[in-house]
């Protein structure tokens, strides 16, 4: 039997539902054609892409601890097994060998880069924002109550969740009284 990868793609995703629910599904075609392909005996998670606001779903191949590969879901209606050169790029997020797993500091002037520990980082950005915060903050403008700070902006990218943008609008919003927030809706 012949079966396209997009074809193994749907039966693989039926057969892990399949043994989540005991259902009986033949797995001869699957194995059959998974000895050409990578993700030969991997087991999948079923994930979503972090790239846009699209939210297509992936399935997340892995062995022995291993991220294998990362493909389109054929049970999401959103992408039907299909992905974007981004969505399909996403296995890299993880495995590229130029992703930077340090914080990396330029210091104004310099031509040089230095690895700082997380702490020392977080501090330092929290130190900047503090003192520019308390620069442009307007308390009150002809007599009327603002509690506003205009010389911060903030944009955020699709790979925030909802969660996290909630986060995001609680602290400079209401912690700091920033009126510039932007962010890519996420689903
Ligand atoms: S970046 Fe591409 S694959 Fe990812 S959610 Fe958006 S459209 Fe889908």
């Given at each position: 039997m012949s079966l396209s990868r997009r074809d193994f793609l749907k039966v693989s995703g039926a057969t892990a539902a399949g043994v989540a629910t005991g259902a009986g599904v033949d797995l001869a075609p699957v194995e059959a054609a998974a000895t050409s392909l990578k993700i030969k005996e991997a087991k999948a998670f079923a994930g979503v892409c972090?790239?846009?606001?699209?939210?297509c779903g992936q399935l997340i191949f892995h062995r022995d601890g291993k991220l294998i590969s990362i493909e389109g879901d054929p049970a999401s209606p959103l992408n039907d097994g299909h992905l974007c050169p981004k969505g399909a790029a996403s296995f890299e997020l993880l495995t590229h060998a130029a992703r930077q797993t340090r914080v990396r500091y330029r210091a104004p002037h310099s031509d040089d880069w230095q690895d700082l520990d997380l702490e020392t980082a977080m501090d330092m950005v929290a130190d900047r924002v503090w003192t520019t915060r308390e620069r442009g903050f307007v308390a009150e403008r002809g007599g009327m109550t603002l509690m506003q700070c205009a010389n911060i902006a903030h944009l955020g990218g699709a790979t925030l969740d909802n969660e996290e943008n909630y986060l995001i609008k609680k602290l400079f919003a209401g912690g700091l009284g920033i009126v510039a927030i932007s962010n890519q809706a996420r689903i």
């Open positions: 972090p790239y846009c606001a699209v939210g």
